[in-house]
């Protein structure tokens, strides 16, 4: 099937290496922030969430940070396995509204 | 069921043509989102059902587009006199309440010729 990271950003890291994945937001309102993992021919899958009264929020392997100030959320996962593999998408939404704007997405490519 | 399932996972249709594409959320979610994928871009929102009413419909593009969920449960997006550039994937994803992780199903892979 077509690849969701045609013309994506790229990260590329060894296995069993750290992955950092980063997010800039542009609206300051959004107070409820979605990691996603999207696997070719497959809908984004659920990782991690996180809400703006928080900074950090950590899940099995995987921890979020936010940092309002600047706008910018962060996806780390630790011990990157070959399963990790898959488009990383960022999505916000706002105070009273449900729909979700969803960042450009990054193309993690694990190297064994 | 125990996902969102959306049929037909691929549709091929040619210009002008009516399609209509199906979405089944996870039971008991009232809340039911339909977005639509380009290719190498994020998903990007369609329409919001909060139980049998469209609360929001602002990302539609035209009105080619509409969708109803006439028991609150299953959703079906309709697209009329169909164009090459609707083709993309049209994913569904549902929620418990509206405000906690959407779940998405696979999507449907629209192809129009």
């Known amino acids: 099937g077509e690849s969701v990271g045609l013309h994506l950003p790229t990260l590329s890291v060894q296995e069993g290496d750290n992955s950092i994945i980063n997010c800039a937001y542009s609206?300051?309102?959004?107070?409820?922030f979605i990691w996603y993992k999207q696997e070719s021919g497959k809908g984004p899958q659920f990782i991690i969430d996180?809400?703006?009264?928080?900074d950090k929020r950590q899940g099995q392997r995987v921890t979020v940070l936010l940092n309002k100030t600047v706008k910018h959320l962060s996806l780390q996962i630790a011990a990157t396995q070959p399963g990790d593999s898959a488009v990383y998408f960022c999505?916000?939404?706002?105070?009273?509204?449900?729909?979700?704007?969803f960042g450009k997405g990054t193309k993690l490519s694990v190297i064994p | 069921g125990a996902g969102v399932s959306q049929t037909p996972s691929n549709k091929v249709t040619e210009k002008g043509k009516y399609v209509e594409l199906r979405c089944d959320p996870i039971?008991?979610?009232?809340?039911l989102y339909w977005y639509r994928q380009s290719l190498g871009q994020g998903p990007e929102f369609l329409i919001y059902?909060?139980?049998?009413?469209?609360?929001?419909d602002s990302g539609l593009p035209n009105d080619r587009f509409f969708a109803v969920r006439p028991e609150g449960s299953v959703s079906t997006l309709k697209i009329q006199r169909t164009e090459r550039g609707d083709s993309a994937v049209y994913l569904c994803?549902?929620?418990?309440?509206?405000?906690?992780?959407?779940?998405f199903g696979s999507g449907t892979r629209l192809t129009v010729v």
């Open positions: 996180i809400r703006s009264n928080m």
């Open positions: 609206n300051s309102a959004s107070d409820y």
């Open positions: 994803a549902s929620s418990l309440t509206g405000r906690d992780g959407y779940t």
């Open positions: 039971s008991g979610h009232t809340a």
């Open positions: 059902f909060q139980g049998t009413g469209a609360a929001d």
């Open positions: 999505a916000e939404t706002g105070a009273g509204s449900y729909q979700l704007t």
